[in-house]
């Protein structure tokens, strides 16, 4: 294998050992935590206000607490025996059963939240296999259950914004150009690959007055006067190299890979649900999750 070399300088990454070694350690007791023993009543209280029918006995705190360790990898029947542990150590509470932790944790209502005003977006969409089988038996079987399409918006700080989720048809640039609108307030600066570059995306940015960082095509012609042939020009001029340097493009690997690559690393990347509806939510749950780890300081 032919060995390319490396263009520009190598990045040094000083990072405070001992500081992350105790953010690991605290997102370890995170997951063991269970906070919502202290606010169970008033939440419930307010989750119950104004409700018509049967009321809620069990918050959605708990809820969450049980997403988190069903994104980990335990089942269902697994986290009501958790609970019933729990139960046993503290105030002998009604054990919640692991149908209606399914049922509760599928209407889990999940937001993404921006850090800042000023952000620097990446957008990119990754896939989250339907089914732990592997490969060789898609190849040897012919067996194909597709796979489920997950499009983020991330931060430099690595931080999820915002998430749109579907099946392998997904549109990456309708999601991106949607989650661009919805969260425009807070983004400075988005940067996307060569699948963006579009004149729907580049013109919507010129309308949102973001600054764009999209990798233009090689092909791309620059005849006109639109926001997309000016910015062609631009790039043909000053070459890729240039370009990535002032654009600072390499950060949209920590907005986008670096969560994708964080995310099945920690929490896997195949979903267990069966139905479609199902499995795209509980792909949320992991990239929420995710987020959730990642707030614990």
């Known amino acids: 294998m ?44 307010k989750m119950n206000a104004g409700k018509v029918g049967e009321p809620f006995f069990y918050p959605d705190s708990m809820i969450q607490f049980l997403a988190i360790l069903y994104s980990k990898g335990f089942e269902y029947r697994a986290l009501q025996g958790i ?63 597709g796979w489920v399409k997950v499009v983020i918006l991330g931060d430099t700080e690595g931080n999820i914004v915002d998430v749109r989720v579907g099946n392998e048809d997904l549109d990456k640039r309708k999601s991106g150009r949607g989650m661009l609108r919805k969260n425009s307030k807070n983004v400075k600066k988005a940067m996307m690959d060569g699948l963006h570059d579009c004149e729907d995306t580049f013109n919507l940015c010129r309308k949102l007055e973001i600054e764009n960082a999209i990798k233009i095509r090689n092909n791309a012609s620059e005849k006109g006067l639109s926001p997309r042939a000016n910015e062609v020009r631009k790039y043909k001029k000053k070459g890729y190299k240039r370009w990535a340097k002032e654009k600072e493009y390499g950060k949209r690997w920590v907005c986008t ?24 939510k509980e792909a949320k749950i992991k990239f929420w999750a995710y987020q959730q780890i990642k707030n614990v300081q």
Not at 107 to 124: E, M, Q, R, Y
């Open 83 to 145: 609970m019933r542990g729990l139960s046993r150590h503290f105030y002998d509470f009604p054990v919640i059963s692991f149908s209606q932790i399914r049922r509760r944790m599928m209407k889990l209502p999940l937001t993404f939240n921006a850090k800042s005003d000023d952000l620097v977006v990446g957008i990119d969409g990754t896939g989250m296999k339907v089914s732990n089988r592997g490969e060789w038996m898609r190849q040897a079987w012919g067996i194909r259950r």
């Open 2 to 45: 032919v060995k390319v070399k490396r263009w520009g300088k190598k990045r040094k990454y000083e990072r405070d050992w001992k500081a992350y070694n105790e953010q690991l350690i605290k997102r370890g007791e995170y997951y063991i935590n269970p906070a919502f023993l202290e606010t169970w009543i008033p939440e419930v209280n």
């Open 257 to 280: 890979e670096g969560i994708f690559s964080a995310v099945k690393r920690i929490l896997g990347e195949n979903v267990r649900s069966h139905k479609i509806r199902n499995s795209y």
